[in-house]
C-alpha cells in the first residue's frame, strides 16, 4: 500500500492511499485525526444504539455511534478509504450527544465527531452541489446581515400568499430540489422586526440592580425568533439584571463548529470573546442551547492558541444559559397565571442543553414556579428532534422522520402549550405540528416567563 499526498490548495492537504486496485481514495490527515485513545475507550457493548436518533431511524450499525467510531478507526488505521459511501455515515450523525449521555464507559464520542468533521472538510471531495449548498449555509447564516438580504424578498413571498398558495398545491416539494424545499419548510413568520436591531447597548435593570450580564443575541435567532430576545430582555431586566448588549457581536461559531468548519469557527469565537471583553460582566447569558454548548467549549476550541487560550477559557467560565442562571440566583419579579385554569406545558429538552450542558431541571424549576402551571413529560423525551443545526436541512429525510416521531410524543402529553429553547428545535417542532393539523402553542420558556411578569394571559 503506497501513501502519497498531494495539495488542493493553501492550507490544506489531502493524503491518498493507494488500494490493490490502484484506486485513489481520500483518508485523515496528520492534523488532529480523530484520537486513537478516545477510539480505543469504546469496548462495542452497543448502549448507545438505542438513545442514536440516526440509528433509530436508518438501523444500520454504521450509522450509530459505535459504527461510526470502528470507521474512524478503519481510516485511522489505513483500511478503510474516506470514501463517499464512508463519509454519508459521519454525515448521518446528528451530533445530538445522547450516545456520550449513555455511554457506561465515559468515550467522548463529541471529540472523536468533531475532529472527523474537521478531517471531512479538508479531505473528503464532495459532489458540486453538496458544496454550492454548503458554501451558502455558511456564507449567510453566520451573518444576520447577509441573511437579512436574502430573506427580504422572502417578507414579500409571506406577505402576498405565495407561501400559502405554494404549500397548499405542493409546488415546493414537487419542483424544488430537497435540501431547498427543507429551508423553506423550517422558514418562521418574518416580520419588520426580523431585520433590526433595535436594543440599547445597555438596559437598565428594574428596581434594585443585582447583575450585569452580557447578553447573545445569536445570529440565526435574532432574525427568526426577535420576540425570544424582546422576552428574554425583559425578564432579566425584572428580575434585576442590567443587560449589556455589545452592537458588534455577531455568530458565536457554533453552526460551523458542528459541522467542521474550523477556519470560520475559529474567526467567530475569538471575535465573540474580544467584544464581550472588559465590560466587567458577572455573567455572559444566552437562551439557545446549541449556541451555549459551544460558547462553553470555546476554552477547548482555543485550547493550542497562545493569544487566545486562557481568554477562551476565562470567557467560557462565564457563560450560563438564561435559564440556569436566573434558577441559580433566583426570581424576584412577581409570577401571575397564565391562565385561570391549570395550564398543562410539555417542556422540550433540547439535546445540547440535555446532553451538552447537563441542564435538565434548572428549567422546570423555573416553570413550576409560575402559578396554575403543570408540567407533562413525554416519552423518549430525550430523543432528538432532527433539527440539530442544520442537519434537517441537509438529512432532511432523517429530519423529517424525527421531528414527526418528537411532535407525536409531545402532543400525546395533552399539553397545551410545548416549552422549547432553541432556535432549530423551535422552527422544527413548529414545521411538524402544521404538518400534524396539531393546534399547540409552542413558545420559548423566556416568553412563558415575560407572559407571567407582565400579567399577560395565554389563550
Known amino acids: ?36 485513545q478516545l477510539i480505543d475507550a469504546c469496548v462495542h457493548c452497543g448502549f448507545c444504539l438505542s438513545t442514536c436518533p440516526s440509528y ?12 461510526r467510531i470502528y470507521l474512524m478507526d478503519g481510516i485511522n488505521e489505513g483500511e478503510i478509504p474516506l470514501s463517499p459511501a464512508i463519509a454519508q455515515h459521519f454525515d448521518s450523525c446528528l451530533g445530538c450527544l445522547a450516545c456520550v449521555t449513555t455511554c457506561p464507559s465515559g468515550v467522548q464520542y463529541d471529540r472523536l465527531i468533531e475532529t472527523t468533521r474537521a478531517q471531512m472538510e479538508r ?32 417578507l414579500a413571498y409571506q406577505k402576498l400568499g405565495l407561501q400559502r398558495l405554494l404549500r397548499s398545491t405542493s409546488w415546493i416539494e414537487k419542483f424544488l430540489p430537497k435540501q431547498v424545499a427543507a429551508m423553506e419548510s423550517v422558514l418562521p413568520e418574518l416580520t419588520t422586526q426580523s431585520f433590526q436591531d433595535t436594543f440599547p447597548e445597555v438596559i437598565p435593570a428594574k428596581g434594585t440592580k443585582r447583575y450585569r450580564v452580557g447578553m447573545i443575541l445569536g445570529c440565526v435567532q435574532r432574525v427568526f425568533l ?35 468548519q474550523e477556519a470560520q469557527t475559529l474567526e467567530l469565537v475569538k471575535q465573540t470573546i474580544d467584544v464581550f471583553a472588559d465590560l466587567n460582566l458577572d455573567a455572559v447569558l444566552i437562551n439557545a442551547s446549541g449556541c451555549g454548548h459551544t460558547l462553553k467549549e470555546y476554552g477547548h476550541i482555543l485550547k493550542d492558541d497562545l493569544e487566545y487560550a486562557e481568554k477562551a477559557k476565562e470567557f467560557s467560565g462565564r457563560v450560563k444559559d438564561v435559564q440556569e442562571f436566573l434558577d441559580r440566583v433566583g426570581l424576584t419579579a412577581k409570577l401571575s397565571p397564565l391562565q385561570e385554569q391549570p395550564l398543562a406545558i410539555a417542556y422540550q429538552d433540547a439535546c445540547h442543553m440535555l446532553h451538552g450542558q447537563k441542564i435538565s431541571l434548572e428549567p422546570r ?41 418528537k411532535v407525536t410524543n409531545l402532543t400525546d402529553t395533552g399539553a397545551q402549550v410545548i416549552a422549547s429553547a432553541n432556535v432549530g428545535c423551535i422552527t422544527q417542532i413548529r414545521k411538524h405540528l402544521k404538518l400534524q393539523n396539531k393546534d399547540v402553542l409552542l413558545m420559548h420558556p423566556m416568553e412563558l416567563l415575560d407572559y407571567s411578569i407582565r400579567g399577560q394571559k395565554i389563550k
Open 123 to 154: 479531505n473528503h471531495p464532495r459532489s458540486l452541489p453538496e458544496k454550492l449548498l454548503r458554501q451558502f449555509i455558511f456564507s449567510t447564516f453566520p451573518y444576520p446581515n447577509r441573511l437579512r438580504v436574502l430573506l427580504a424578498p422572502l
Open 56 to 67: 433509530r431511524v436508518i438501523g444500520k450499525e454504521t450509522d450509530s455511534p459505535r459504527g
Open 1 to 36: 500500500m503506497q501513501v502519497s499526498e498531494k495539495s488542493n490548495s493553501e492550507n490544506l492537504s489531502t493524503n491518498l492511499i493507494v488500494q490493490d486496485s490502484q484506486i485513489l481514495s481520500p483518508t485523515f490527515d496528520s492534523k488532529n485525526p480523530p484520537n486513537p
Open 226 to 260: 426577535p420576540e425570544v430576545n424582546n422576552a428574554t430582555v425583559r425578564v432579566l431586566t425584572a428580575n434585576g439584571c442590567e443587560v449589556v448588549i455589545p452592537k458588534l457581536q455577531g455568530c458565536c461559531g457554533a453552526l460551523s463548529h458542528h459541522q467542521g
Open 365 to 405: 424549576h423555573l416553570l413550576r414556579q409560575i402559578p396554575n402551571v403543570q408540567l407533562r413529560e413525554s416519552v423518549d423525551a430525550a430523543l432528538c428532534c432532527g433539527s440539530a443545526g442544520i442537519y434537517n436541512i441537509l438529512q432532511p429525510e432523517v429530519g423529517d422522520e424525527l421531528g414527526e416521531m
